[in-house]
C-alpha cells in the first residue's frame, strides 16, 4: 500500500480534515500517530491494519 492509499482511506473512514493522523495514538503503533509512525518508517499497510484493528467500525467498509 502507498501512502496516498492510506491517507485516502483514512480521509474516507474518517473524514476530510479530520485531526485523526496527527491526534490519536495506537497501540498496535507503539502508541504512536499515524504521522509518526510513518515517521519512523513503519509501512502503510501495517500502519492501516493496525488503524483497522483499532477502530473496526469506523474502517469496516474500506478495510482491506
Do not use: Q
Amino acid at each position: 500500500m502507498r501512502i496516498s492509499d492510506l491517507r485516502e482511506r483514512l480521509t474516507l473512514s474518517f473524514g476530510a480534515g479530520s485531526d485523526f493522523p496527527v491526534d490519536i495514538a495506537i497501540s498496535e503503533l507503539g502508541s504512536k500517530t499515524v504521522n509518526e509512525a510513518l515517521a519512523v518508517g513503519l509501512e502503510a499497510d501495517e500502519i492501516w491494519k493496525a488503524v483497522c484493528k483499532a477502530h473496526p467500525k469506523e474502517t469496516a467498509k474500506y478495510k482491506y
